[in-house]
């Protein structure tokens, strides 16, 4: 078995990396949630009760999908960006 400095083998790290990368993806789309949330509630909910009318319902739906849209385009973007640069090195 190869080890590595540490005393994980390859593999191990390999699967440590996978573990670490999903955890992380995990807290990107719980922090995606909780500031959409954040935001449309401040811009489209005036009276809060204990049900959205028809208006606050579609404010929030349209908000929820420009900032799915934005938060897309943005991270495209930031990828495409990250993979131009490994390709420089």
């Known amino acids: 078995m190869d ?3 540490g005393g994980l083998t390859s593999a191990q790290k390999d699967e ?3 573990q670490v990368k999903q955890q992380i993806a995990v807290a990107n789309a719980q922090e995606l949630l909780t500031k959409m949330t954040e935001k449309c509630f401040k811009k489209c909910i005036t ?3 204990t049900s959205l009318d028809s208006s606050e319902q579609k404010c ?3 908000c929820m999908d420009r900032y799915m849209d934005s938060w897309n385009l943005v ?3 930031y990828s495409q960006r990250i993979e131009k ?3 420089r090195m």
Request: net charge positive.
């Open 16 to 18: 440590l990396m996978d």
């Open 3 to 5: 080890s590595l400095p």
């Open 60 to 62: 929030v739906a349209m």
């Open 75 to 77: 991270s495209r973007t």
């Open 47 to 49: 009276k809060p009760g």
């Open 85 to 87: 640069e490994r390709h």
